[in-house]
């Protein structure tokens, strides 16, 4: 088997077997295996994915283990000398994947990732450098947006028209494809991380632990209804994805910069008290129909200051 193709589905299976067809119909040049983690989702998910495709392995996890532990469950299920790892809102148009494996193999690469076009026919962004701890800070003050400074500019302005193969620190976990002997050799993806920067994590481990680069090929192009699974979701009493995406980010710091975490730690509490008391203020005095939208902000913010 020369690759697996890991998919994990939540509550999506409609978008899930769309994924599934447009593989089955575009991918034809290597031999594959589709393994599908289905995390806990609670509802008619895995029989509505088994019936239709009977060759699709489908795994049933007991709990919700989030993004990267579910796909460790997948990856401990191939066979494949190489791993596809795919968002369930991806769709395969064409059939890239013998080349981009010959690419990676020609490249000796850690991980490679394509070019993602979204539903309106613009480019995603699907790669970056690895972000500087106090990025973290800095992306949740408006003002830093409009500072010239590194940690800011460079990573709003940065380019997704590149029409040539570059190297790149990471690319995003919604496509990436990587040996399973690269991946099990840095532990897959990290257990600690329930959703968000395990694709930076992952990427991060694979280079400093096995010295290979991380490659973007532009050539290469995938459809992404980017969101679309968690615009699926039920809407809470908070953003769970913000409060999940601050969680990781903070995960992220201490296990690669440990020296800057408590102060990144500390000027996060700083900045999310002073948004908690902004919010508060307005859900309190302001009209009637903007109070719902700062409910749930003022929610998302002291869960967030719960959490670091």
């Known amino acids: 088997m020369e690759v697996s193709i890991i998919i994990v589905n939540y509550r999506t299976p409609e978008m899930t077997c769309e994924c599934i067809a447009s593989i089955l119909e575009n991918i034809h040049s290597i031999s594959s ?3 599908v983690v289905d ?31 579910a796909m ?9 000398d190489f791993l596809l790892i795919l968002n369930s809102d991806i769709i395969i148009q064409e059939d890239f994947l013998a080349e981009l494996i010959e690419k990676h193999k020609q490249l000796n690469a850690g991980i490679s990732g394509t070019k993602l076009v979204l539903p309106d026919g613009s480019s995603q962004k699907t790669f970056s450098f690895f972000p ?23 990573y709003a302005n940065y380019r997704t028209d590149y029409q040539r193969e570059i ?5 995003t976990g919604a496509l990436m494809l990587i040996r399973k002997v690269d991946f099990d050799r840095v532990g897959g993806f990290d257990d600690g991380i329930f959703m968000y920067y395990e694709d930076v994590d992952l990427c991060k481990m694979v280079r400093d632990v096995t010295g290979k680069h991380n490659h973007w090929f532009p050539q290469y192009k995938a459809l992404h209804k980017h969101c679309a699974t968690r615009d699926s979701l039920p809407v ?16 992220y710091i201490k296990k690669h910069h440990f020296h800057r975490h408590s102060l990144i730690r500390m000027l996060l509490r700083l900045v999310f008290s ?23 902000r003022y929610n998302t913010v ?7």
């Open 167 to 171: 190297v790149v620190d990471w690319v």
């Open 274 to 296: 002073w948004k908690s008391l902004q919010f508060y203020t307005k859900m309190i005095h302001g009209s009637s129909g903007k109070r719902a939208k700062y409910r749930t």
């Open 132 to 154: 500087p701890p106090m990025l973290v800070v800095a992306n949740e003050i408006p003002l830093c947006k409009k500072i010239p400074s590194k940690y800011c500019r460079r």
């Open 33 to 35: 295996e589709i393994i």
């Open 236 to 251: 809470g009493e908070y953003d769970i994805f913000k409060v999940a995406e601050k969680e990781s980010a903070l995960h």
């Open 72 to 80: 460790n469950l997948g990856v401990r299920h191939a066979e494949g």
């Open 39 to 69: 995390n806990a989702s609670g509802d008619d998910s895995v029989r509505r994915i088994r019936d239709p495709f009977s060759g699709v392995q489908v795994i049933e996890s007991a709990e919700n283990l989030g993004y990267g532990r």
């Open 302 to 308: 002291r869960k967030i200051l719960e959490k670091i």
